[in-house]
């Protein structure tokens, strides 16, 4: 349903921690002119966790209002109790969201069973297209492969972000490739899992490089392995340097370099601190984007 290259996009905000809506609208202007395929809103990278509810929606409400249906918007509605997910998503709808993205609840570590019943009932809930988000990393809690297979057969499931391994990605599209998209939610191993059946990748490095991401990310589609490495050899400095810190921290600054928003971001997240400083702009420059 959703290909390409689909930017996790940073929240803007003004040095006091407020937002930022104009600052929005030259991101959302930005991300078009350079062949973003679909945008993000309020996901991890977006602060998500930092925004009370009428923030979040306001935020997914404007950005659909600034793309008017250039290219898709997914709004991150994920939260660790499903009444809060069931909110955000249905609200997200009622914005005017093309589909939703949902991290597996965080911290309370439910079982695979819960996970289960938790998607369920949220896509039973609210017919809107929805992307299941697994990053055990970030949440102390793993959706094995069997489960998402499960969740497969949900309709209005259309896919999955996988934000662990190549190998599991892999084993994703081997299982149920056929009944949902599989997404990469890791840059890094993007190109990668595009070339062996993924179908896009959920970016942060395509804040900051919009354009190469999407080239990338068309090139593996077609299946052009040498175009893909070429790309994405330029990007490999950036996809490392942009996690020197927790994201979005240095993702949020090099949006920053570039002009395009204010240096903003909220407790508990600080700035980037300035010894990684040299490094994001080495890789900024390396990815031809200063």
Not at 138 to 151: G, I, N, Q, S, Y
Not at 216 to 244: M, Q, S, V, W, Y
Request: charged letters at 20%; a negative charge; aromatic letters at 4%.
């Amino acid at each position: 349903m959703f290909r390409g290259s689909m930017v996790a996009l940073v929240t803007p905000m003004q040095a006091d921690g407020a937002l930022d809506f104009e600052a929005l609208a030259r991101l959302v202007e930005f991300h078009i002119e350079n062949g973003t395929d679909a945008i993000v809103a309020v996901g991890t990278t977006g602060e998500s966790a930092t925004l009370d509810f009428e923030e979040h929606i306001r935020v997914v409400r404007r950005t659909v209002d600034l793309v008017k249906g250039r290219v898709p918007v997914i709004a991150g509605t994920g939260a660790n109790s499903t009444t809060e997910a069931l909110h955000l998503t249905r609200r997200s709808m009622e914005a005017g969201a093309d589909a939703c993205l949902l991290v597996t609840p965080y911290y309370n570590k439910p079982t695979q069973e819960g996970l289960y019943r938790h998607y369920q009932l949220i896509a039973d809930s609210v017919a809107i297209p929805q992307i299941l988000y697994n990053v055990p990393g970030r949440t102390a809690c793993d959706m094995k492969p069997e489960t998402v297979e499960r969740l497969a057969d949900i309709p209005n499931i259309v896919g999955i972000k996988e934000a662990s391994t190549l190998e599991r990605i892999q084993e994703l599209v081997r299982r149920c490739g056929d009944r949902m998209d599989i997404y990469s939610g890791d840059d890094g191993i993007g190109a990668e899992a595009i070339l062996g059946g993924a179908k896009g990748i959920i970016s942060v490095a395509a804040n900051v490089a919009p354009r190469a991401m999407h080239d990338l990310c068309a090139a593996a589609l077609t299946g052009d392995r040498a175009r893909t490495e070429a790309i994405n050899g330029r990007l490999a400095e950036l996809h490392k340097a942009l996690f020197l810190e927790s994201n979005p921290i240095p993702v949020k600054w090099a949006v920053n370099q570039l002009g395009l928003i204010p240096p903003g971001i909220r407790l508990p997240l600080t700035p980037l601190s300035e010894p990684f400083q040299p490094a994001v702009r080495a890789a900024m420059q390396q990815a031809g984007v200063i």
